[in-house]
């Protein structure tokens, strides 16, 4: 352990705290590798079962000719990504993927649409969605873009589990990545999402050419939060041709291990979610993640529009480490 003075000492079983500082979290990152895996396996598993990873699918109900600029995403009707633009899916074809992604192994489906605020008619349709995948025994998350407290009402008396509304980045550079949406809009939608009972998915992307103290602020948003979300998506960001991002210099793999461990140590009880890039992890550092902390993943070959590791690598994948497949909230 560092003897850092910026480090508060470190006890698992303290209560979560809210009060994160940059200098402490920018002392987090700046540990030696091995003190800071250390520290955030301790967490780990003094909150769950350390070998346990859940496992959600998620599926573009409804995809591209999305109004917004995110740099990132080729869903935007801005750039020339070659994506093809659909509508809202039927509910059956969408029920179908669930049952498929139960059947290897998700217990959490979530629901992507391209949308910069969804129309009152489009949330009954989510809401028909909703029902039918609780129907099937699995947990629901969706993420709809911006909401009304109306429309997060009807998600939340539908059943809705979760609503994904991630924050990207560091309020400092979010003006490089978005444009169209404000930072305070993303908060004020997770506040609505929280005050209605709905659990909360929030993460952000890195390796969009930010600094190491974006990543620090990003998680001190996320940790200072009245609540820490239940679910922290860490993507890494996957380059496709057509978007504004595109040429991003790479982010160092050990650096996105140690957002990582930053993260499982500032949200102790949060699923930390191993999301966007896996494609392009090797197992090596997917084991440094999982070691790190990360206890989450998204299954299935598409993450909505971009490539993911086929159901069959991740099972090997699971062997060759000892994990299995969970969802319970936190080790006893």
């Known amino acids: 352990m560092s003897a850092n003075p910026a480090i508060r000492p470190f006890v698992p079983e303290l209560s979560l705290r809210h009060d994160w500082q940059l200098d402490e979290v920018q002392a987090l990152f ?3 590798f ?3 895996i250390h520290q955030a ?14 496992i959600s699918s998620l599926l573009s109900i409804k995809t591209g000719a999305c109004s917004e600029d995110c740099g990132y995403c080729p869903q935007s009707a801005r750039y020339d990504s070659s994506l093809k633009a659909e509508a809202l899916m039927p509910v059956n074809e969408v029920l179908e993927a669930a049952q498929r992604a139960k059947d290897d192994g998700a217990s959490r489906f979530c629901m992507g649409a391209a949308w910069r605020q969804p129309k009152d008619k489009d949330i009954e349709r989510v809401v028909e969605m909703i029902k039918g995948v609780k129907a099937l025994g699995m947990e629901t998350c969706v993420t709809l873009g911006m909401l009304t407290d109306k429309q997060t009402e009807e998600l939340k008396a539908g059943g809705l ?11 400092d550079y979010y003006s490089e990545v978005i444009t169209t949406r404000t930072y305070q809009d993303r908060l004020d939608t997770l506040a609505r999402v929280r005050d209605a009972g709905i659990n909360v998915c929030c993460g952000g992307i890195v390796g969009m ?13 996320l940790a200072n ?5 239940e679910s922290v998506p860490i993507n890494m960001l996957v380059q496709v041709q057509g978007t504004p991002l595109m040429g991003t210099e790479s982010l160092d793999p050990l650096v996105f291990v140690r957002t990582i461990a930053v993260a499982r140590i500032m949200m102790p009880r949060s699923r930390v979610r191993l999301s966007a890039g896996r494609k392009e ?5 997917q084991a440094l993640c999982f070691l790190g902390g990360a206890n989450s993943i998204f299954y299935g070959d598409k993450l909505l529009t ?7 690598q991740d099972l090997t994948l699971f062997k060759r480490l000892g994990l299995h497949s969970g969802g319970s909230s936190h080790a006893q």
């Open 161 to 171: 589990d979760y609503y994904n509304h991630n924050l990207d980045t560091s309020e």
């Open 41 to 54: 396996q301790t967490v780990h598993r003094a909150n769950f079962d350390p070998n346990e990873v859940q």
């Open 281 to 285: 992890m090797s197992d090596e550092m």
């Open 34 to 36: 091995n003190d800071l």
């Open 30 to 32: 700046d540990l030696p």
């Open 209 to 221: 050419g930010e600094g190491q103290q974006d990543r620090a602020k990003l998680l001190i948003e």
């Open 306 to 312: 971009t490539d993911n590791p086929m159901t069959h």
């Open 225 to 229: 939060l009245p609540k820490h979300p």
